[in-house]
């Protein structure tokens, strides 16, 4: 591979105009000849930069509404050729082919008109062609071309051709690589538009792109490597935008998406505390500050070094109160100027602000790996109503009671299986989560709902008078039975299992009402 290459010619057709005539002017004034087309030669041209128009160059004019300019042997035979190699110096040389040693090419786009909604045949017209083909080429050839498909290594290659005198090998050859993944990223957000346009979920080939907003200091463990990418533009730690504190870990991102997720289940203002990605207290109340008190009620040990995400604007009641105890990440759609001060006072507390909420209801897909490949799944965007409960006791639940039951079961949503959830006035009150058990869920909630009394100087657990909910259906009545000891007046669970009627007859034992969703949501 040749390392030092100079360049003597250079190609610049861009969609985006970011430091475009900075750029040029650099190559200019080292006498790099400029070939360009349509509105990157305008740009040049009105700043005062020589350019030859590439129609002029090959001597063969644009056609088909601008779908053919750089698809000629002109171009891509100036780009592709070996300059080691006689027989390739021999024939550009033949047919007048001179070579390009430099392309600048970033591409329609495409990905940003899909998000505004624009009509199909707008889309499938912001589909480039020549764009993907030149960079391609381009990269193929790296050993004598260098390929830029983005204006943040403009300065990198100037750099260099100022230091050097031209682009080095190694230089190149990393913008090869990154070339390819552009056109990878590129080509997978057209496949999958392509697939939503016929309703196909799964097509038979899926490419999963994204860019890599973050590199992590490790991932889980400080012996795992990570990073964090960014695939689209649901509102969340991918979007957020962070107004102070350290730079966020693996394990912080990953729990502030479950508590981000989890907290836009809910319409009135509301508090979600995560702990390793499982919600340790979760209540709606008639402000932010007052869901706050009742959130950290439910398990105020795990709370400490938490995450916390609210679904309104975060207030200086609120920021003065989430501020008296240790917590890692507080995320939300704004926060107040006063709250914001409050929190400056925590300089290691990060501030992540959102603009707005995920969807629940919204369509998606979920990825997660697998020795040799991934699963994928639309996202859990299942609720349930009041009106598609079914109540299979013979006591209904109180119009109280349905409130809470509709909570839990949110909350539920979020928690990891097996889960158990007991709530009570809008908060929860006792979480089991992750147990290989059902039953053992509900002990340890009931358990820690007793503990999280005797902190608040109770002397009843929590979980007197709560509701219960249970993400899947109890295979045994073992695991009802430990609500119903636990002070549960009500349950809500899917239902389904082939002892339903044994469930359902300790229910009735219990004097307590039960709800069946016909609706799960394991969360694994």
Not at 223 to 233: C, E, K, L, N, R
Not at 370 to 376: E, I, K, M, S
């Amino acid at each position: 591979m040749t390392d030092i290459v100079q360049i003597r010619r250079a190609l610049i057709s861009v969609s985006d105009k970011t430091g475009l005539v900075a750029f040029a002017q650099a190559l200019a004034a080292r006498g790099v000849e400029i070939l360009s087309t349509g509105g990157s030669a305008k740009a040049l041209r009105d700043a005062g930069i020589p350019v030859v128009e590439v129609s002029e160059h090959t001597g063969f004019p644009e056609i088909l509404d601008g779908r053919v300019k750089t698809l000629v042997p002109q171009i891509h035979g100036g780009i592709l050729g070996r300059r080691d190699l006689p027989e390739h110096v021999a024939q550009m040389e033949q047919h007048a082919i001179a070579p390009i040693d430099l392309v600048a090419v970033n591409l329609y786009p495409f990905e940003a008109t899909v998000a505004r909604g624009a009509a199909f045949d707008d889309c499938v017209e912001n589909i480039d062609i020549g764009g993907p083909a030149l960079i391609r080429a381009a990269a193929k050839n790296h050993d004598f071309v260098a390929v830029l498909t983005e204006a943040a290594q403009y300065e990198a290659v100037l750099a260099e051709i100022e230091a050097q005198g031209g682009t080095s090998s190694a230089l190149r050859r990393r913008l090869a690589g990154e070339a390819y993944a552009r056109t990878a990223a590129y080509d997978a957000a057209i496949s999958a538009w392509f697939a939503e346009q016929r309703g196909e979920t799964f097509p038979t080939r899926m490419t999963v792109a994204g860019t890599r907003r973050q590199a992590l200091r490790y991932g889980e463990n400080p012996h795992q490597a990570a990073a964090f990418y960014v695939t689209g533009t649901r509102p969340g730690v991918a979007t957020a935008r962070q107004v102070q504190g350290k730079e966020l870990s693996y394990n912080n991102l990953n729990d502030t998406d479950a508590a981000f997720e989890a907290v836009a289940e809910f319409d009135a203002p509301s508090v979600v505390i995560v702990k390793h990605a499982n919600p340790c207290g979760v209540a709606s109340a008639d402000s932010v500050a007052a869901a706050w008190d009742l959130a950290l009620r439910c398990d105020p040990v795990s709370a400490f070094g938490g995450i916390v995400a609210l679904n309104r604007t975060l207030d200086e009641a609120a920021a003065e109160k989430i501020a008296a105890i240790f917590t890692e990440v507080i995320v939300a759609p704004d926060a107040t100027a006063g709250a914001q001060a409050i929190l400056a006072r925590k300089k290691n507390l990060r501030l992540l602000l959102t603009g707005a909420l995920p969807d629940p209801a919204a369509p998606g897909l979920t990825v997660r790996s697998v020795a040799g490949g991934f699963l994928a799944q639309t996202r859990d965007a299942g609720r349930v109503s009041r009106e598609a409960l079914k109540v299979v006791t013979k006591r209904a639940p109180t119009a109280a009671e349905l409130d809470d039951l509709v909570f839990a079961f949110r909350v539920c949503k979020h928690v990891k299986s097996n889960a158990i959830v007991y709530a009570k006035g809008g908060a929860s009150v006792g979480i089991g989560a992750g147990q290989m058990s059902r039953v053992d869920s509900a002990r340890i909630a009931a358990w820690k709902s007793g503990e999280a009394a005797k902190a608040a100087g109770l002397d009843a657990p929590l979980t007197q008078g709560s509701v219960v909910a249970s993400d899947a259906f109890f295979p045994f009545a073992d695991g009802l039975e430990a609500a119903v000891a636990a002070g549960a007046t009500a349950v809500i669970q899917p239902g389904g299992s082939m002892r339903d009627a044994e469930v359902i007859a300790a229910a009735d034992a219990g004097g307590i009402a039960m709800v069946f969703t016909g609706m799960r949501h394991f969360r694994h």
